[in-house]
């Protein structure tokens, strides 16, 4: 069995027992491993380009879409972290305020996460799936590119075209996220060496950087439909003023990776602060 083979099973295995897990109680570790799991095994699927019939193209879809609703809790379980951490005591009442909010909202989103999990149950949905993962695996060349060779060609292709921005606004800021989030993935199905590894967690590092800019503005959003129509909010301000010195440390630690990897003779990127607008609302 090929390193990429035993990959595909475990995935299928790991789709299977997560999806199942979610029909009674979305814990919120249970759906960030389903999400990763998703995420490895469209990777997994997009490296490979298997010829896949009508029937397995639904299900891959079915799946990108239970990864996107799964995605709408996990969002929620992070606010609601992250407002835990807020040490601001005088906010006291509107933390608890906002907690109550983001608790309702998950409570919904999680409910039409286990509807959304329950429809697909009577179909032939996870052997699809399992079907798809086989079909992945044996669709990779013998002789076809490391994905590890893969991950850091485009990683250079990704600095070369962060280099003509010359600017990270948010925007871009978050492109790039989704983008090295894509190419760790790519990097994780190569064989385990100390290259590889290294290559993982220096994106990952970067990753989660611009990850919690990101997930302190939904924040941040949520605290302005809460308590926007105040002229003073203790609360709000913390959060925009956290959202703001996250957004610095990901712009660095993404300009600290790109800079590596920008081809001779390329400008560097540079960074810029968030726009009057994109401030402003969250």
């Given at each position: 069995m090929t390193l990429l083979q035993q990959?595909?099973?475990d995935f299928?295995?790991?789709?299977?027992?997560?999806?199942?897990?979610?029909?009674e109680n979305p814990t919120q570790k249970g759906i960030h491993r389903l999400r990763t799991t998703i995420r490895r095994?469209?990777?997994?699927?997009?490296?490979?380009?298997?010829?896949?019939?009508?029937?397995?193209?639904?299900?891959?879809e079915e799946l990108r879409?239970?990864?996107?609703?799964?995605?709408?809790?996990?969002?929620l379980d992070i606010q609601i972290g992250l407002l835990g951490a807020i040490g601001n005591r005088s906010a006291s009442a509107d933390r608890r305020a906002l907690l109550d909010a983001?608790?309702?909202k998950r409570a919904r989103q999680a409910e039409r996460l286990k509807a959304a999990v329950n429809k697909l149950e009577g179909s032939k949905f996870l052997n699809r799936l399992e079907r798809i993962t086989e079909k992945?695996?044996?669709s990779v060349p013998q002789n076809g590119p490391d994905p590890l060779q893969v991950a850091q060609k485009e990683l250079a292709e990704v600095a070369n075209e962060f280099s003509t921005t010359l600017a990270l606004k948010p925007s871009r800021l978050h492109d790039l996220r989704i983008k090295l989030k894509l190419l760790r993935y790519r990097a994780e199905l190569a064989e385990e060496t100390p290259e590889q590894k290294e290559l993982i967690e220096r994106l990952r590092s970067v990753q989660d950087a611009i990850g919690e800019w990101h997930d302190w503005g939904m924040l941040a959003e949520g605290a302005e439909k809460q308590f926007g129509n105040r002229v003073s909010?203790?609360?709000?301000?913390?959060?925009?003023?956290?959202?703001?010195?996250?957004?610095?440390a990901?712009?660095?630690?993404?300009?600290?990776?790109?800079?590596?990897?920008?081809p001779p003779g390329k400008k560097k990127p540079s960074s810029v602060q968030p726009s009057g607008a994109f401030a402003q609302r969250a």
């Open positions: 990959r595909s099973k299928s295995a790991d789709l299977s027992k997560y999806v199942s897990r979610l029909k095994t469209e990777t997994l699927v997009n490296y490979a380009g298997p010829k896949l019939g009508k029937k397995l193209e639904k299900a891959l879409m239970l990864r996107k609703r799964a995605g709408k809790v996990r969002d983001l608790k309702k992945a695996s044996e909010c203790a609360l709000l301000a913390e959060i925009r003023s956290l959202f703001t010195a996250r957004f610095s990901a712009t660095s630690a993404a300009l600290n990776l790109l800079a590596t990897c920008v």
